[in-house]
C-alpha cells in the first residue's frame, strides 16, 4: 500500500544559541505577537478529525463510525476533514492552515486528568510537575511590564498551561471582568497557603483591570453558544490596546465513549464555525498576522471503534495550527493504522514538546529549553 | 473480631492529650463549618462548652440515611426510556430536554434546602464528598429521577459503610449511564468504568495497568439497565463468563469480584483517607497520620463513622495549622452564608444558580473526577464573582442601593446563552434574600460577630468606628471570609 511519509521533522531547525525575548522586546509597530490556544477537553477524536479516507485500515477500523469518503472534505489524496469543519477549508486554500498529526509523547498516560496535567505542565509521562508550561516559559522571559496580562483564561476553571503564574487572569467576559475589578482590594501578606493564593489573585485582577478595555466592537458575526462567546471574549482581549501574549479558549465534550458520530460533528461544527469567526474578527483589527491559533487535547482516541459506536481513550492526536503567518499544509507523520501497538493505540511521531517548543521559539523567539526542560525539535508551521 | 478489636484501636488512638477541655467558642465554630455548611451563634455556643469527643460524639450521633424534606413530585414518575426519547419529533424532544433542565433545578433547590435545615449537616456534606467521589452529571444521564435516585444511595451509605456504597454505586443506574457500562458486552467491553473506578473510585492512578483496566471491563460486562424501567438489570447473555487476571488475581470474575479485588488493596483505603482529609482537615494530608487511619479503616471493613470520628478528634484537625486552611467551595459559601446570618429565603433557586455560576453544580460536576476543590475554587472571575454577590447580599435595603443593583440587570435579549440567562435569573432572585442585621445582631454580643463569622484574623485593618450592616459587609469582603 502507497502510504505518506510526512516526515518533515527531519528539516526541523536546530537551534543556535540562546534566544532572548525577541518578540516580546519589541512589541511597538504592532509586531506583538498573540497566541491562542484552544483545549479540546476529553480526548478529541484525531482519526475523524483529519481523516485518512484513502486508507482501508480506516474503514475497517471502524464500520459504524468511519466517515464516508464521499462526504470528507478533501485535503489531498489521502487526507480530508470531517465536513462539519467546513468553514476551515478557505483557510486551507488560503494556506493559513498547518495541520500537526502524529502528535505525543512516550509511555502515555490514558487518563483524563493525568494526562492533561502532563501536556499542561509539559513533563515526561512519570514527572509530576506543578506549574504550567507557559507559567515557567514567562517566569524566565516575562512579557512587557506594559501588556495587561502575560495569559487570560476565558471561561474556564482551571488556568491550565498558566497554573502558577504571576500575571495569568479568568474571565468569561471583560465586561463583566472589569465590573467586578473595583471589589479586589490589594492586601499584604499571607498567612497560609490558601489565603496566599487568595491575594495573589487579587493583585493579579488590579494589575490587569487598569490595562484592559473591553470596548472594541465587531462587525464579524460570531456564533451562538458557549464556545462562540468564548472566541468573541477572545477577539475583544485581542483588540485591546495593552498587549496579551496568550489567550485560552475551551471547547469540552470530545469524551465520546458511546454514539460518538452525532456528538463529534456537533462539536467539529462549533469549532469550525468558532475559529472561522475569529479569523475574520482578527482580520478587522489587523491582527490576523500577529496571532497563530493552536489546538491541543490530552490524548487522540484509539484507531479502533468500540462496541458502543463510539471511541476509548488513544494517543497520539493530530492538532491544527492557524494564522497569518502559519505554513499551511501537513506537518508531522500520517498515522500508521497497520502498526497499533498492544494496547490497540497509534505511535506518536511529534513530541508534544516539540509542538510548543515551536511555539516559545518560533513564535516569540524565546528559549524553550529551560521551560520545557530539554531540547525537543520544532516545527516549520511558521513563517516567523 | 479482628474488626471489633480494630474499632476499639481506633477509638483508643485519639485519647490524646486536650480531649477533655472543653474546645470553646472557636473550636466550635471550626468543627461545625468543617463538618456542616456555616453555623449560627446560638449552635457554636451550644458546641463551645463540650469537650473534643462529647461535641464529636454528638454530631456522629445521629446521622439520618434519609433527607428529611420531602422530594419533589416528579421523582415517582418512572423515568423515560431512551429508546421512548429516540422516538420523540424534534418539538418534543426540545420540550423534554427543557423539562429535564427544570426538574434537574427543583432537585438542586430540594438538595440545598436540606443543607441548610438538616439537623444532620454533616450528613449533607458526606453525600456531597460521596457525590463528588462518585461524581455522576445529570448532563449526561439527562435523567433527574435516576440523579434522585443516587442521591438516596449516597445519603444512605455516607456514614454508613465504603464497600456497600461502591458494590451499589457500581450498580446504580446513573452510574450505569454515565460510564457507559449500560450497553458494555463480551463481543466488546466499554472500557469507561473498568478505568475509573480504578482511578478514582478506589486504588488511585499508579496502582494498576492497561491491562487490568481490560479485564475489569470483561468483569463489568452485562451489568445494564432494563431498557422500560432503566433499573439495574444483570444480562447474563452478554456478560463475559471467562476467566480474568485483574491485579494478579484469576478466576471467573464478575463485577461483583473486582470490586472486591479492589477493595482488598491497601491503596484504596490510603486514597479515600487522603481525600478526606483533604475535605476536612487540610489541603496537605500528613502521610503517616492518612496511613494510620487507612489501616485501622480497612480492618474496620470501611465503616465510614469511625474513620469520622477518628479523624475529626485527632490533634492535626484541631492543630493552629488547620485553621481557617481550606477554601471554601461555592457550596460552602452560598449555603454557609445563609446559615450563618441566617437568611431563610422562600426559594432557593437563586442560591443554587449562584454555586452553580461560581463553579459548584451539584449534580453536574465537571467531569468523572469531581470538582478539583482546594485553590482551584479561586481564580480572578471566580473571585470577584464571590465578592460581588456578597456585596449584593448584605448591600441592605436603602433605596439607593436598589436602584444600583436594577440597573446591573441586563434585560433579556433575543437569542442570550443560557448562563447569560441564568445569571439574571440569579442577580433577580437574590435581591429577595434578605438580612435582616437588627435580628440578627440580637442574639450575638459585638465581639463574638467576627469570631462568628472569619475562620482567622480579617487580613484588611477594619476601618476605626464600623459597626451594623457596614461591619458585616467588611467582614465578608474581607479575604479571609474566603477561607474556613
Not at chain 1, 13 to 18: D, H, I
Not at chain 1, 38 to 59: F, R
Not at chain 1, 182 to 194: M, Q, S, Y
Not at chain 1, 261 to 282: D, I, K, M, S, T
Amino acid at each position: 500500500m502507497k502510504r505518506r511519509d510526512f516526515l518533515r521533522l527531519a528539516a526541523a531547525v536546530p537551534l543556535a544559541g540562546s534566544l532572548g525575548g525577541v518578540a516580546f522586546a519589541a512589541p511597538a509597530g504592532g509586531s506583538r505577537r498573540l497566541l491562542i490556544l484552544v483545549e479540546l477537553k476529553g480526548g478529541n477524536d484525531g482519526l475523524n478529525t483529519v481523516i485518512p479516507y484513502a486508507d482501508p485500515q480506516y474503514a475497517r477500523l471502524r464500520p459504524r463510525i468511519a466517515i464516508d469518503r464521499d462526504r470528507v472534505l478533501k485535503l489531498d489524496d489521502q487526507l480530508g476533514l470531517h465536513p462539519s469543519l467546513e468553514k476551515l477549508m478557505p483557510l486551507w486554500s488560503a494556506r493559513e492552515l498547518a495541520i500537526v498529526q502524529g502528535v505525543g509523547y512516550p509511555d502515555p498516560n490514558l487518563s483524563h486528568f493525568r494526562s492533561i496535567e502532563i501536556w499542561d505542565t509539559a513533563s515526561k509521562s512519570e514527572e509530576y510537575l506543578e506549574d504550567g508550561w507557559l507559567a515557567r516559559a514567562f517566569a524566565a522571559s516575562p512579557s512587557p511590564a506594559a501588556y495587561a496580562a502575560d495569559g487570560v483564561v476565558v471561561g474556564a476553571a482551571d488556568m491550565g498551561p498558566l497554573q502558577g503564574g504571576t500575571r495569568a487572569i479568568a474571565l468569561t467576559s471583560p465586561e463583566q471582568f472589569l465590573r467586578n475589578a473595583r471589589l479586589a482590594r490589594d492586601a499584604g501578606v499571607a498567612r497560609n497557603p490558601a489565603l496566599a493564593h487568595i491575594l495573589r489573585v487579587e493583585r493579579e485582577i488590579i494589575a490587569s483591570a487598569e490595562k484592559l478595555n473591553a470596548g472594541h466592537v465587531f462587525q464579524t458575526d460570531f456564533p451562538q453558544g458557549a464556545f462562540g462567546n468564548a472566541v468573541k471574549t477572545a477577539a475583544q482581549l485581542a483588540a485591546n490596546p495593552a498587549g496579551i501574549a496568550v489567550i485560552r479558549v475551551t471547547l469540552g465534550g470530545f469524551d465520546t465513549h458511546a454514539n460518538q458520530q452525532g456528538v463529534h460533528a456537533n462539536l467539529l461544527r462549533q469549532l469550525g464555525e468558532g475559529l472561522a469567526a475569529l479569523r475574520e474578527a482578527l482580520i478587522e483589527i489587523d491582527r490576523w498576522k500577529t496571532t497563530t491559533i493552536a489546538t491541543y487535547s490530552e490524548f487522540g482516541r484509539r484507531p479502533k471503534e468500540n462496541q458502543s459506536g463510539g471511541t476509548d481513550h488513544g494517543t497520539a492526536n493530530v492538532h491544527l495550527v492557524m494564522g497569518g503567518a502559519v505554513k499551511g499544509g501537513l506537518h508531522g507523520a500520517a498515522p500508521n493504522l497497520e502498526r497499533i501497538d498492544g494496547n490497540g493505540n497509534l505511535a506518536h511521531a511529534v513530541d508534544f514538546r516539540g509542538y510548543y517548543a515551536t511555539l516559545l521559539e518560533r513564535w516569540w523567539g524565546i528559549d524553550s529549553r529551560g521551560p520545557l526542560k530539554g531540547r525537543f525539535a520544532t516545527l516549520d508551521v511558521l513563517n516567523a | 473480631m479482628r474488626a471489633v478489636l480494630a474499632l476499639l484501636l481506633l477509638f483508643l488512638s485519639l485519647a490524646g492529650n486536650a480531649q477533655g477541655q472543653a474546645i470553646g467558642y472557636d473550636g466550635a465554630r471550626h468543627l461545625l463549618n468543617r463538618t456542616g455548611f456555616g453555623a449560627t451563634e446560638a449552635e457554636v455556643r451550644d458546641y463551645a462548652k463540650l469537650s473534643r469527643l462529647q461535641a464529636v460524639d454528638r454530631l456522629l450521633a445521629d446521622t439520618p440515611r434519609v433527607a428529611a424534606g420531602k422530594p419533589p413530585a416528579f421523582v415517582d414518575e418512572p423515568p423515560m426510556p431512551f429508546y421512548k426519547y429516540r422516538q420523540l419529533d424534534d418539538e418534543a424532544k426540545k420540550a423534554e430536554l427543557r423539562r429535564v433542565v427544570e426538574r434537574g433545578l427543583i432537585l438542586r433547590e430540594w438538595w440545598f434546602r436540606e443543607m441548610l435545615t438538616s439537623a444532620s449537616p454533616l450528613t449533607e456534606r458526606m453525600t456531597l464528598f460521596w457525590h463528588n467521589h462518585f461524581a455522576t452529571s445529570q448532563q449526561k444521564v439527562r435523567s433527574p429521577q435516576l440523579m434522585y435516585r443516587q442521591n438516596v444511595l449516597l445519603r444512605r451509605e455516607a456514614l454508613g459503610n465504603f464497600g456497600t456504597l461502591l458494590h451499589a454505586v457500581a450498580r446504580d443506574p446513573a452510574m450505569l449511564i454515565y460510564l457507559d457500562n449500560a450497553g458494555s458486552r463480551r463481543q466488546a467491553p466499554n472500557e469507561n468504568f473498568a478505568r475509573e473506578v480504578m482511578e478514582l473510585f478506589t486504588v488511585g492512578e499508579g496502582h494498576y495497568g492497561e491491562k487490568d483496566i481490560k479485564e475489569a471491563a470483561r468483569a463489568f460486562t452485562g451489568w445494564s439497565l432494563d431498557r422500560d424501567s432503566l433499573e439495574f438489570t444483570n444480562r447474563a447473555l452478554w456478560h463475559d463468563g471467562g476467566v480474568k487476571t485483574v491485579l494478579g488475581k484469576q478466576g471467573r470474575f464478575d463485577g461483583d469480584d473486582v470490586l472486591d479485588i479492589l477493595l482488598a488493596r491497601p491503596e484504596t483505603g490510603t486514597f479515600i483517607v487522603g481525600k478526606l482529609w483533604k475535605e476536612f482537615v487540610s489541603p496537605t494530608p500528613d502521610p503517616r497520620e492518612v496511613e494510620r487511619l487507612a489501616a485501622a479503616w480497612r480492618e474496620a471493613r470501611y465503616e465510614v463513622k469511625p474513620l469520622m470520628r477518628a479523624m475529626l478528634v485527632s490533634d492535626a484537625f484541631w492543630s493552629a495549622e488547620a485553621r481557617g486552611a481550606i477554601v471554601k467551595s461555592p457550596v460552602d459559601l452560598v449555603v454557609g452564608t445563609m446559615k450563618t446570618f441566617e437568611i431563610r429565603p422562600a426559594t432557593l433557586r437563586p442560591a443554587v444558580l449562584a454555586a452553580a455560576l461560581l463553579g459548584q453544580n451539584p449534580m453536574s460536576p465537571p467531569n468523572v473526577k469531581g470538582w478539583p476543590g482546594g485553590e482551584a475554587w479561586i481564580n480572578s472571575a471566580t473571585l470577584l464573582g464571590r465578592k460581588q454577590l456578597l456585596e449584593r447580599l448584605f448591600r441592605g435595603s436603602d433605596a439607593m442601593a436598589m436602584t444600583m443593583v436594577a440597573a446591573e440587570v441586563p434585560a433579556p435579549m433575543e437569542g442570550q446563552n443560557p448562563e447569560a440567562r441564568f445569571r439574571r435569573l440569579m442577580e433577580r432572585g437574590m435581591r429577595t434574600y434578605a438580612f435582616d442585621w437588627e435580628r440578627w445582631s440580637k442574639t450575638l454580643p459585638p465581639a463574638n460577630v467576627e469570631r462568628l463569622v472569619l475562620a482567622m484574623p480579617a487580613v484588611n485593618p477594619m476601618p476605626e468606628g464600623t459597626e451594623g450592616v457596614e461591619l458585616v459587609r467588611h467582614l465578608t469582603a474581607d479575604p479571609a471570609y474566603q477561607l474556613k
